[in-house]
């Protein structure tokens, strides 16, 4: 695949918070680099433990990253929109890829080849400590994650699986957080580690409460002051 040109890639990079840091040098450097992939909804990107071969940005649509067990169960572990980086642990150790990604949208993606990231990483701290806070945050996430799993029921994952999802791909009104996302519940039953027969009766109990409501376009309203009185 051919990659982008400069005139494509520039104006993207300089709205990406992880090149953002970068002298307007290195960042028509990287736009020369750059790949561009499509993806539509479903699709593969990768797979858990192939060799890692490049950095990959979310550009358009949303991108799941999971791990699958020996048994063939899926956890979903992040849902990234445009802007956010993914593979950066394999572009960075060289190791394999440690989760499997894919579309959950038609997405576009930034692909740039693990070599050259690390070439301009090893001459730019203010990108390594940007990277430093990536992976901070979804640290903390991931451990508020394992919490989750291990002390609360299903209920609370739900509700807490709602919360982020509003957080980060939402947008506040005067009725709650509307997130335009069309997930089905098996989607939602792997973002919250349960079944999905146990998300339809979740939800149908969320709106009975007026926690949550089905927007008719698809999607929710999360009203968050309902919210609030059922989590601890």
């Keep these: 695949m051919p990659p982008m040109s400069k005139t494509e890639v520039l104006p993207v990079l300089e709205q990406l918070p992880l090149f953002r840091v970068l002298p307007a040098a290195d960042q ?6 750059m790949f561009l992939r499509t993806y539509r909804k479903g699709m593969l990107i990768f797979l858990e433990g192939e060799p890692s071969e490049a950095l990959h940005i979310v550009l358009t649509g949303l ?3 999971f791990k699958t067990s020996l048994e ?3 956890q979903s572990i992040e ?3 445009p802007g956010e980086p993914f593979a950066v642990v394999g572009a960075i150790d060289e190791g394999p890829y440690p989760a499997s990604a894919q579309a959950m949208t038609d997405a576009e993606v930034a692909v740039l080849p693990n070599r050259h990231f690390r070439a301009v990483l ?20 991931a451990q508020n994650r394992v919490t989750e799993m291990a002390l609360e029921d299903a209920r609370h994952r739900l509700i807490s699986t709602l919360v982020r999802l509003a957080s980060q791909h939402g947008m506040p009104t005067a009725d709650g957080w509307e997130v335009a996302l069309t997930l089905s519940q098996q989607e939602l039953a792997t973002l919250a580690g349960t079944a999905r027969e146990t998300v339809a009766r979740l939800w149908r109990e969320l709106v009975e409460h007026g926690l949550v409501s089905n927007r008719a376009g698809g999607g929710f309203l ?3 002051e309902k919210v609030q009185r059922w989590l601890p």
């Design 28 to 33: 028509t450097a990287l736009a020369e680099l």
């Design 63 to 65: 991108v799941r990253v």
């Design 72 to 74: 063939g169960r899926e």
């Design 79 to 81: 849902l990234l929109g």
């Design 122 to 141: 090893e001459r730019s701290p203010p990108l390594m400590f940007h990277l430093l806070r990536v992976f901070c945050n979804r640290l903390r996430d």
């Design 222 to 224: 999360l009203h968050a």
